[in-house]
């Protein structure tokens, strides 16, 4: 029988951390429903691949904006997992937590339950980041977290960089203080890709009780506005998997809304336009859509260091045979390695600006490498105004939503990202950097006016790949909201959703840390325990930050 306590569809960041949770007692039985294949293989688990499995449509859903109209029309790519692991599985292995300020912000917009102090725990429960600050950060935790090696001289280069800019420093970005320039955290253990797949879903399927089912979820079977089942297509036939107490939906910020969607859930006049019957007229379901965007800022090298020399396939072969055989060297790390979280100007409280820095100039999909030595700075502002939204092109399940994200529609956006850019090379301008810097490779010395610039950002603006917000947690009587902070759907028995659509707003940085976070708390949520006692630590916020930028 395809039968269970609770049911959970999709087997991704938040959805592994529930299975393992919601299992770890024994005394209820956990379906994950994945239509994805296996994580095996060097594409996802050596961690220097990355930009493969993101490109491969064995393992992503291969998902496009609609033509972004402050883009110039550009289809932007919204690559969401489809494999064991879900994103955390073709994602680039940053780990953030987002900022303090970000959790209490839900808290403040209805999310009750959900502040800082609330998380806090849940985050320490999580993690094994022997490395991180003490008492901030968790040490026996499924979730492995590291700092590269940092052999390369060029990651210290850009944190002196910033500090001789003025900027603030950091030993632990995810610790009591986000703020300045540090070295980068990585979800990486012994060589590997650290997804959720090989922390929380592969030892939770060696319990009896958890049970792996490959289909495609087509809706959520819904009996007298409570949900029983999971209708999905398996092996060429149409078959229903069956909760006894829950279902959790935890397929991505694009995939929940629109299983909500073709199961009832959603916008009525949206739903009525596809001949879908309305179980719950849910305004919000889809709406909110909201990501970071980035820009590389690209810089030739002087000293021939960077990863331009590993390039080629001979560099290349010899690296991947050295992460086959001994789990050593270059095929080790992601190679964002060094970052910094930092204010945009005075009277902004905490950082709404982040930076990857890397050791190359090349882009995130390893296509187009400058063909000459370079390294190179990603940044984006953290907190755009702009919002999207995901709809179904159509009734058939088979067929991807529309999505659009409507980036850069708030005017804000260009003045945030013409600042982050400018930022960027008084960085590069520094002493530090004064022995490796050549010229400026992108945009090029040249781009210095408002228009140039904006030119600039239009054609190059690349998503982060952090889409979040579709299926908004908040106030049980806010129309807007689509679940309540427990998680449940309003308005459906039985129904839950938990991943990265629940965002009221986006938080500080990647966003795979936060989704784990969901699905740790969404466990205790759903099996009624008592919460993580709330912690009283306070995270550092800048004295100055009336004053200055940094």
């Known amino acids: 029988m395809l039968e269970a306590d609770y049911v959970i569809i999709g087997s991704g960041s938040a959805g592994s951390a529930l299975a393992y949770r919601l299992s770890e007692d024994g005394k209820h039985s956990v379906i994950v429903i994945e239509y994805g294949g296996s994580d095996f293989g060097p594409f996802i688990q050596m961690p220097a691949a990355l930009s493969f499995p993101m490109n491969m449509r064995r393992y992503d859903w291969g998902f496009q904006s609609e033509p972004e109209p402050h883009l110039g029309g550009r289809r932007l790519a919204t690559p969401r997992g489809k494999v064991l692991g879900g994103s955390s599985s073709i994602n680039g292995m940053v780990y953030v937590r987002g900022h303090a300020r970000d959790f209490d912000h839900w808290a403040e917009t209805g999310a009750h339950g959900w502040a800082f102090k609330d998380v806090l725990p849940y985050y320490r429960?999580?993690?094994?980041?022997?490395?991180?600050?003490?008492?901030?950060?968790?040490?026996?935790g499924p979730?492995?977290?590291?700092?590269?090696?940092?052999?390369?001289?060029?990651?210290?280069?850009?944190?002196?960089?910033?500090?001789?800019?003025g900027f603030e420093t950091t030993d632990d970005y995810n610790g009591a203080k986000q703020e300045g320039f540090g070295p980068m955290e990585q979800t990486i253990h012994k060589g590997r890709r650290w997804s959720t797949a090989n922390a929380y879903l592969k030892p939770a399927l060696k319990r009896k009780n958890v049970s792996l089912v490959k289909g495609f979820a087509r809706r959520v079977i819904i009996e007298n506005q409570r949900a029983v089942g999971v209708e999905i297509e398996a092996k060429n036939s149409i078959q229903v998997v069956k909760a006894q107490c829950e279902i959790v939906i935890a397929a991505s910020a694009i995939n929940s809304p629109k299983l909500l969607m073709l199961s009832g859930i959603g916008p009525a006049n949206e739903l009525q336009q596809h001949g879908i019957e309305i179980v719950s007229d849910r305004p919000g379901v889809g709406q909110n859509l909201q990501d970071h965007l980035e820009l590389y800022i690209q810089q030739a090298s002087l000293q021939p260091i960077t990863l331009y020399s590993k390039l080629n396939l001979f560099s290349k072969t010899m690296i991947?045979?050295?992460?086959?055989?001994?789990?050593t060297g270059l095929g080790t790390s992601?190679?964002?390695?060094?970052?910094?979280?930092?204010?945009?100007?005075?009277?902004?409280?905490?950082?709404d600006i982040q930076y990857h820095f890397l050791p190359a100039a090349i882009r995130y999909d390893g296509k187009a490498a400058a063909k000459a030595h370079g390294f190179q700075a990603h940044v984006g502002p953290m907190r755009s105004k702009s919002r999207g939204s995901v709809t179904l092109a159509s009734p058939d399940p088979w067929e991807a939503p529309s999505i659009l994200f409507n980036y850069m529609s708030h005017e804000d956006d260009w003045r945030d990202f013409r600042h982050c850019i400018r930022l960027t090379r008084e960085i590069f301008a520094q002493d530090a950097f004064k022995p490796y810097r050549g010229h400026e490779i992108s945009p090029g010395e040249d781009m210095t006016s408002d228009e140039a610039l904006d030119d600039f950002i239009r054609e190059h603006v690349e998503s982060a790949y952090h889409p979040c917000g579709t299926c908004?947690?908040?106030?049980?009587?806010?129309?807007?909201?689509?679940?309540?902070?427990?998680?449940?759907?309003?308005?459906?028995?039985?129904l839950r959703v938990a991943d990265s659509s629940i965002?009221?707003?986006i938080t500080n940085g990647n966003i795979n840390g936060p989704s784990i976070m969901v699905g740790e708390k969404a466990a205790d949520h759903i099996l009624d325990k008592s919460l993580l006692p709330a912690s009283n630590q306070e995270p550092w916020i800048n004295p100055r930050w009336q004053e200055s930028d940094r």
């Open 125 to 140: 429960r999580m993690e094994n980041a022997p490395e991180g600050e003490n008492g901030w950060r968790g040490t026996e």
């Open 143 to 165: 979730l492995h977290v590291q700092r590269g090696p940092g052999v390369n001289p060029l990651y210290q280069t850009f944190i002196e960089a910033g500090r001789e800019a």
């Open 320 to 327: 991947g045979a050295e992460w086959l055989f001994f789990k």
């Open 334 to 351: 992601n190679h964002f390695e060094s970052a910094a979280f930092l204010r945009s100007a005075a009277g902004v409280e905490y950082p």
């Open 472 to 494: 908004r947690m908040g106030d049980a009587d806010d129309p807007t909201s689509v679940v309540d902070p427990q998680l449940k759907v309003i308005g459906v028995e039985g």
């Open 503 to 505: 965002f009221p707003r």
